[in-house]
């Protein structure tokens, strides 16, 4: 066995330059599948990620009322305690931050717009959702600041710039009409339009304060890691807060049925894309090896007339092929886990690719890919096997040939 | 020596090696082929869908209508449409014109309000515009003329509404003043069309009319173009017909500058492209890697024919010629098969039934491939160009290398 | 025609008066002597205004007491359509519905055909005196007559408007102007009455403006046609059964 291997080995060696091409065909094929892979998933991730980075976070916490008429944004039907909820749900593995949503008017100069106002804890909001990194201009709110921060294309819209005045009318949780004067500090441009076109986000102790709330907040946001089955996690949530059985969890499956913009470039086509790169991936391995290894028919014959036994050849050349499987393999993992990485954490501009869009807006187009470690497993072991069985048939090919013929074989 | 000849004399004497070499670079043709219509499938989908239900390929508005649209301005119209309309279809680019009108309403039902997006339209005129025969789930087409409508599947779960049953519509009509109208349900539709608003319904335009208090009035008129690639040239053109029929009030505007969806689509085709990148990096490595591999096994073969007197420069041209013509059958068989595949799908459709990952939107999309120059044609002189060009690199190497090292290399 | 006002306006809110020897409760009496009647009918016109223009409707209402009110609209693209308060509820009838529209909850918050008044305003919620504390806070002249300004702060929550005040003309008890406030102090609406005679021994106006302090060009104008106030009213105007007829 060992003199197998020793041999697989010397061999791996001898014909280097076979050796380098055979291993960066795989290695290539499987840093472009990594890639694609990786970057398919983004796609789908995307628009998920648009709602729940931005909009939804993983599940909110509301009183029934409220869900059913959720459009209105009707302030009276709010969680009166939100504290004793947070308390329920300590050990639960989520992340929570308090919200309360409402209609406004915001009016500058001489425009108004309708817009949806929501009022956020400047210290805990960041847990949950990324708004954050999403500044244009100026800065994110602090807490009890008489401020704004409002989306890119409304401020557009209305014509307001950072450290200018408005003011939103409103009315309270029991119906009086308010007037809240802010300063805007910060303009925000995110990948969700949604938020860029009609919102404005204040501190929670403001509208605490300015819409008599007491308190009391219309939802309460969650947050759990993307790898957790949003179904059965509000179902468990669900559970814990039986106690509280006027109020419901929402994931963000549901309150996202309205939306889904990107459904279209994410659809189903992107499997057989996939599916395509892993047939040519295929292709170009097989190819190299089945070719790598007819050139060695004579070298098998040799090796048979010195008389060494079949089984023994094909394993030497199972282990070669191996050896040339791990080697691109590998590198092809680690390549693809790099660049994976980078485009995971820095993506790809597509703002300088996009050029002139003339819908009057910016937008932003950083485009991100995932991790899908399912990829990167069913890539090695591919990788591996594929090299493995592509030397086993022009290898087998040759044990059933007469000897003779081996050698003379051109 | 006529190098010509002796390419063709190697090639058909190298069988399995040009075979496998050969097979390689048609295969990898094959797939970037099938691969670019299915991208420009998916692409080609979401603009018929832009065109079909948002703007057309031309929309006309009223000048200051866009400015407004938040505000819903049913004054800013475009009057005595059926005017405008036929005008439209007279002109032969034109394929189908429609009118349609926005408005909010209010709808009424056990003695709530709910808030609802209305679309009046031309039912029969939409017949192959917006199709709305194909979407119908249940019940019929409104009839024009009647206070009937259809409404989105969405919005009759969310009223628990059935067909045959009635519904009052509340509004702000034109001249800011309310009106009521009660509305016969005939049927239910649901649009495969992600990112379509869920609570909207379908009614007549003359009906409309009446409501609205808007006589002979839309809100816009869109056209649909024989040739979707004339937009910019037909916009031009329909501003000079409507300045004729001295409509200065109205503008027409192409598709590609309106709104966030062209936003999306470029997002989209900058995504492709990428992917398509990747195809081509991909399937460019494969047919090099087979060219490279052809080549180096040959080492003794081209110390035998340096031995014999052959120039490196001949050598290098020799095994050039062998690698074009390879190259060129292969990717034309190539080609030619991705064209046998596209085609028949094209018209069928790839049903991807598969349910995308998380949201159940209920979409079944069909993607139909299409086939376009950059499918065809470009793939083909890429591949054969890349296959000859491969070839260099091996070649001029082992024509460096001495005739006698050439030689004992195995 | 005050009927359709925000009545929170226009009553006896002047309890606190300290200036006169009059009485709190003999005011408002003189104040409402002067308002509610027992039958009303009046042919008037609305001017519904904003950016891009103004839009003119004309009614015609009738009302009995403080709580029943039917109006009909008579302009070309409104007619038929019509109005009904009894007490805190608004029914809304269109012709070319098939059912009468029940106006509850938020949707009393909606504005009457777009103007600067909204269906709250038109249903009184209670006693006022329940629900203001009102400060005499001097007395002006405006138009050199003499007002009383008064200052209105709501006793409890939920009410529109937390804060108002009123200027009441001294010798006719008709209130020429008042402006409401939001919660934190902002005016909100301004309202003024004019072209004030006399209809029947009371003192009427018959033109008021409201307007949006905060939008530039939103303002809701209305004018008294004709009006009578002895008017014998058909028996049941005031049903549901009359609205849909």
Same mark, same amino acid.
């Given at each position: 066995?060992?003199?197998?291997?020793?041999?697989?080995?010397?061999?791996?060696?001898?014909?280097?330059?076979?050796?380098?091409?055979?291993?960066?065909?795989?290695?290539?094929?499987?840093?472009?599948?990594?890639?694609?892979?990786?970057?398919?998933?983004?796609?789908?991730?995307?628009?998920?990620?648009?709602?729940?980075?931005?909009?939804?976070?993983?599940?909110?916490?509301?009183?029934?009322?409220?869900?059913?008429?959720?459009?209105?944004?009707?302030?009276?039907?709010?969680?009166?305690?939100?504290?004793?909820?947070?308390?329920?749900?300590?050990?639960?593995?989520?992340?929570?931050?308090?919200?309360?949503?409402?209609?406004?008017?915001?009016?500058?100069?001489?425009?108004?717009?309708?817009?949806?106002?929501?009022?956020?804890?400047?210290?805990?909001?960041?847990?949950?959702?990324?708004?954050?990194?999403?500044?244009?201009?100026?800065?994110?709110?602090?807490?009890?600041?008489?401020?704004?921060?409002?989306?890119?294309?409304?401020?557009?819209?209305?014509?307001?710039?950072?450290?200018?005045?408005?003011?939103?009318?409103?009315?309270?949780?029991?119906?009086?009409?308010?007037?809240?004067?802010?300063?805007?500090?910060?303009?925000?441009?995110?990948?969700?339009?949604?938020?860029?076109?009609?919102?404005?986000?204040?501190?929670?102790?403001?509208?605490?304060?300015?819409?008599?709330?007491?308190?009391?907040?219309?939802?309460?946001?969650?947050?759990?890691?993307?790898?957790?089955?949003?179904?059965?996690?509000?179902?468990?949530?669900?559970?814990?807060?039986?106690?509280?059985?006027?109020?419901?969890?929402?994931?963000?499956?549901?309150?996202?049925?309205?939306?889904?913009?990107?459904?279209?470039?994410?659809?189903?086509?992107?499997?057989?894309?996939?599916?395509?790169?892993?047939?040519?991936?295929?292709?170009?391995?097989?190819?190299?090896?089945?070719?790598?290894?007819?050139?060695?028919?004579?070298?098998?014959?040799?090796?048979?007339?010195?008389?060494?036994?079949?089984?023994?050849?094909?394993?030497?050349?199972?282990?070669?092929?191996?050896?040339?499987?791990?080697?691109?393999?590998?590198?092809?993992?680690?390549?693809?886990?790099?660049?994976?990485?980078?485009?995971?954490?820095?993506?790809?501009?597509?703002?300088?690719?996009?050029?002139?869009?003339?819908?009057?807006?910016?937008?932003?187009?950083?485009?991100?890919?995932?991790?899908?470690?399912?990829?990167?497993?069913?890539?090695?072991?591919?990788?591996?096997?594929?090299?493995?069985?592509?030397?086993?048939?022009?290898?087998?090919?040759?044990?059933?040939?007469?000897?003779?013929?081996?050698?003379?074989?051109? | 020596?006529?190098?010509?000849?002796?390419?063709?004399?190697?090639?058909?004497?190298?069988?399995?090696?040009?075979?496998?070499?050969?097979?390689?670079?048609?295969?990898?043709?094959?797939?970037?082929?099938?691969?670019?219509?299915?991208?420009?499938?998916?692409?080609?989908?979401?603009?018929?869908?832009?065109?079909?239900?948002?703007?057309?390929?031309?929309?006309?508005?009223?000048?200051?209508?866009?400015?407004?649209?938040?505000?819903?301005?049913?004054?800013?119209?475009?009057?005595?449409?059926?005017?405008?309309?036929?005008?439209?279809?007279?002109?032969?680019?034109?394929?189908?014109?429609?009118?349609?009108?926005?408005?909010?309403?209010?709808?009424?039902?056990?003695?709530?309000?709910?808030?609802?997006?209305?679309?009046?339209?031309?039912?029969?005129?939409?017949?192959?515009?917006?199709?709305?025969?194909?979407?119908?789930?249940?019940?019929?087409?409104?009839?024009?003329?009647?206070?009937?409508?259809?409404?989105?599947?969405?919005?009759?779960?969310?009223?628990?509404?059935?067909?045959?049953?009635?519904?009052?519509?509340?509004?702000?009509?034109?001249?800011?003043?309310?009106?009521?109208?009660?509305?016969?349900?005939?049927?239910?539709?649901?649009?495969?069309?992600?990112?379509?608003?869920?609570?909207?319904?379908?009614?007549?335009?003359?009906?409309?009319?009446?409501?609205?208090?808007?006589?002979?009035?839309?809100?816009?008129?869109?056209?649909?173009?024989?040739?979707?690639?004339?937009?910019?040239?037909?916009?031009?053109?329909?501003?000079?017909?409507?300045?004729?029929?001295?409509?200065?009030?109205?503008?027409?505007?192409?598709? =590609?500058?309106?709104?966030?969806?062209?936003?999306?689509?470029?997002?989209?085709?900058?995504?492709?492209?990428?992917?398509?990148?990747?195809?081509?990096?991909?399937?460019?490595?494969?047919?090099?890697? =087979?060219?490279?591999?052809?080549?180096?096994?040959?080492?003794?073969?081209?110390?035998?024919?340096?031995?014999?007197?052959?120039?490196?420069?001949?050598?290098?041209?020799?095994?050039?010629?062998?690698?074009?013509?390879?190259?060129?059958?292969?990717?034309?068989?190539?080609?030619?098969?991705?064209?046998?595949?596209?085609?028949?799908?094209?018209?069928?459709?790839?049903?991807?039934?598969?349910?995308?990952?998380?949201?159940?939107?209920?979409?079944?999309?069909?993607?139909?491939?299409?086939?376009?120059?950059?499918?065809?044609?470009?793939?083909?002189?890429?591949?054969?160009?890349?296959?000859?060009?491969?070839?260099?690199?091996?070649?001029?190497?082992?024509?460096?290398?001495?005739?006698?090292?050439?030689?004992?290399?195995? | 025609?005050?009927?359709?006002?925000?009545?929170?306006?226009?009553?006896?809110?002047?309890? +606190?008066?300290?200036?006169?020897?009059?009485? +709190?409760?003999?005011?408002?009496?003189?104040?409402?002597?002067?308002?509610?009647?027992?039958?009303?009918?009046?042919?008037?016109?609305?001017?519904?205004?904003?950016?891009?223009?103004?839009?003119?409707?004309?009614?015609?209402?009738?009302?009995?007491?403080?709580?029943?009110?039917?109006?009909?609209?008579?302009?070309?693209?409104?007619?038929?359509?019509?109005?009904?308060?009894?007490?805190?509820?608004?029914?809304?009838?269109?012709?070319?519905?098939?059912?009468?529209?029940?106006?509850?909850?938020?949707?009393?918050?909606?504005?009457?055909?777009?103007?600067?008044?909204?269906?709250?305003?038109?249903?009184?919620?209670?006693?006022?005196?329940?629900?203001?504390?009102?400060?005499?806070?001097?007395?002006?002249?405006?138009?050199?007559?003499?007002?009383?300004?008064?200052?209105?702060? +709501?006793?409890?929550?939920?009410?529109?408007?937390?804060?108002?005040?009123?200027?009441?003309?001294?010798?006719?008890?008709?209130?020429?102007?008042?402006?409401?406030?939001?919660?934190?102090?902002?005016?909100?609406?301004?309202?003024?009455?004019?072209?004030?005679?006399?209809?029947?021994?009371?003192?009427?106006?018959?033109?008021?403006?409201?307007?949006?302090?905060?939008?530039?060009?939103?303002?809701?104008?209305?004018?008294?046609?004709?009006?009578?106030?002895?008017?014998?009213?058909?028996?049941?105007?005031?049903?549901?059964?009359?609205?849909?007829?």
């Amino acid at each position: 066995m060992g003199f197998i291997v020793s041999l697989a080995w010397k061999n791996l060696s001898r014909y280097k330059r076979r050796t380098l091409i055979t291993a960066c065909a795989l290695a290539f094929g499987i840093i472009m599948f990594l890639w694609l892979d990786g970057m398919l998933q983004g796609i789908e991730r995307e628009s998920e990620r648009n709602i729940i980075w931005y909009e939804t976070g993983s599940a909110k916490l509301m009183t029934t009322e409220y869900q059913e008429d959720l459009k209105s944004m009707p302030l009276k039907h709010c969680i009166e305690d939100p504290q004793s909820l947070e308390q329920a749900l300590t050990g639960a593995g989520v992340t929570t931050t308090r919200r309360t949503v409402f209609a406004g008017e915001i009016f500058y100069g001489e425009g108004s717009l309708y817009v949806k106002v929501i009022a956020v804890d400047p210290e805990t909001d960041g847990e949950i959702y990324r708004l954050s990194d999403t500044l244009a201009q100026g800065r994110y709110l602090e807490a009890g600041e008489q401020g704004v921060v409002i989306g890119e294309w409304l401020a557009q819209d209305l014509g307001i710039a950072v450290g200018e005045e408005i003011t939103i009318r409103t009315r309270t949780r029991y119906g009086a009409f308010q007037t809240i004067e802010l300063i805007v500090v910060g303009v925000l441009n995110s990948p969700n339009p949604m938020i860029n076109k009609g919102t404005a986000y204040i501190p929670l102790s403001l509208a605490d304060e300015a819409l008599e709330m007491e308190g009391a907040v219309t939802e309460i946001t969650l947050l759990f890691p993307e790898w957790q089955d949003p179904e059965l996690k509000v179902q468990e949530l669900q559970g814990r807060l039986s106690a509280f059985p006027g109020i419901t969890v929402q994931s963000w499956k549901d309150l996202a049925r309205d939306f889904l913009m990107f459904a279209q470039m994410k659809s189903a086509g992107s499997s057989i894309l996939l599916i395509l790169v892993f047939v040519i991936a295929a292709v170009g391995i097989s190819n190299t090896m089945l070719m790598a290894v007819y050139e060695r028919v004579r070298e098998i014959g040799m090796m048979r007339a010195m008389g060494m036994g079949d089984g023994a050849i094909r394993a030497a050349f199972l282990f070669e092929a191996g050896g040339i499987g791990l080697i691109g393999t590998l590198s092809g993992i680690v390549l693809g886990l790099v660049l994976n990485w980078y485009m995971v954490n820095y993506g790809m501009d597509f703002s300088a690719i996009m050029g002139q869009m003339d819908i009057g807006y910016r937008v932003t187009g950083i485009f991100r890919s995932a991790w899908h470690p399912q990829a990167f497993v069913g890539g090695l072991i591919f990788g591996i096997v594929a090299a493995m069985v592509f030397s086993l048939i022009p290898s087998s090919r040759a044990l059933k040939m007469q000897i003779t013929e081996c050698l003379r074989y051109e | 020596m006529k190098l010509a000849r002796i390419a063709f004399r190697n090639i058909r004497r190298n069988r399995r090696r040009s075979l496998l070499s050969g097979t390689a670079i048609m295969i990898a043709t094959l797939f970037i082929t099938f691969a670019f219509s299915l991208i420009a499938g998916m692409l080609g989908d979401i603009e018929s869908n832009i065109v079909r239900y948002v703007s057309g390929h031309v929309r006309i508005r009223h000048v200051e209508y866009d400015e407004n649209e938040q505000l819903n301005p049913l004054h800013l119209s475009v009057s005595e449409y059926e005017e405008v309309v036929r005008q439209m279809e007279s002109e032969e680019e034109v394929a189908a014109a429609v009118p349609r009108t926005r408005f909010f309403t209010a709808i009424y039902r056990n003695g709530r309000t709910y808030a609802g997006m209305g679309l009046g339209v031309d039912f029969p005129r939409e017949a192959s515009v917006m199709r709305i025969q194909d979407a119908i789930e249940e019940g019929r087409l409104p009839q024009m003329g009647q206070r009937e409508m259809v409404l989105s599947a969405g919005l009759a779960e969310e009223l628990d509404l059935e067909v045959g049953e009635r519904l009052t519509l509340l509004t702000k009509n034109k001249y800011l003043g309310m009106s009521g109208m009660t509305f016969t349900v005939t049927g239910i539709v649901r649009f495969l069309v992600a990112g379509f608003n869920e609570s909207f319904f379908l009614v007549p335009i003359d009906t409309t009319a009446r409501f609205l208090k808007m006589s002979d009035e839309a809100t816009e008129v869109l056209v649909v173009l024989n040739d979707s690639k004339r937009v910019d040239e037909f916009a031009e053109k329909a501003t000079g017909i409507l300045a004729a029929m001295g409509r200065k009030n109205l503008s027409a505007q192409p598709w =590609t500058r309106i709104g966030a969806s062209v936003g999306w689509m470029q997002l989209a085709r900058s995504a492709y492209d990428v992917i398509a990148l990747v195809f081509f990096i991909l399937a460019s490595t494969v047919i090099v890697n =087979t060219t490279m591999m052809v080549i180096f096994e040959r080492m003794r073969e081209i110390g035998t024919v340096a031995a014999m007197g052959m120039t490196p420069r001949e050598i290098v041209r020799l095994f050039f010629l062998e690698a074009l013509y390879i190259g060129a059958i292969a990717a034309f068989v190539g080609v030619l098969l991705g064209i046998g595949i596209t085609i028949p799908l094209s018209k069928v459709g790839i049903d991807l039934t598969q349910p995308m990952q998380g949201v159940d939107l209920e979409i079944n999309p069909v993607v139909y491939p299409r086939l376009n120059i950059r499918s065809t044609v470009f793939v083909f002189f890429y591949s054969t160009i890349i296959a000859s060009l491969a070839s260099f690199i091996p070649s001029r190497r082992a024509a460096k290398i001495e005739p006698v090292e050439a030689l004992r290399s195995v | 025609m005050n009927r359709i006002l925000p009545l929170i306006f226009t009553f006896g809110l002047l309890a +606190a008066l300290s200036v006169s020897a009059i009485t +709190a409760e003999e005011i408002v009496k003189n104040v409402e002597r002067n308002e509610i009647n027992e039958a009303e009918r009046i042919d008037g016109s609305m001017i519904i205004s904003d950016r891009f223009g103004s839009r003119t409707k004309t009614f015609i209402s009738y009302a009995s007491g403080s709580d029943k009110m039917l109006l009909e609209f008579t302009n070309p693209e409104e007619r038929g359509q019509k109005i009904l308060r009894l007490e805190d509820e608004i029914y809304l009838y269109f012709p070319e519905a098939e059912e009468v529209i029940h106006l509850q909850g938020s949707a009393l918050k909606e504005s009457v055909m777009g103007s600067d008044f909204s269906y709250e305003d038109m249903t009184g919620e209670g006693d006022l005196l329940d629900q203001y504390e009102v400060t005499l806070l001097g007395e002006e002249s405006i138009e050199g007559r003499k007002h009383y300004h008064l200052e209105l702060k +709501a006793r409890k929550r939920g009410l529109a408007y937390p804060k108002q005040e009123a200027w009441i003309d001294a010798e006719t008890w008709v209130m020429t102007r008042a402006n409401a406030y939001s919660l934190s102090g902002r005016l909100l609406k301004e309202m003024e009455l004019g072209d004030i005679r006399v209809v029947a021994g009371k003192y009427v106006p018959h033109y008021i403006i409201m307007r949006d302090a905060m939008k530039k060009k939103s303002s809701t104008e209305m004018r008294i046609e004709a009006i009578d106030l002895v008017a014998k009213l058909p028996p049941d105007i005031f049903s549901l059964e009359e609205l849909t007829w």
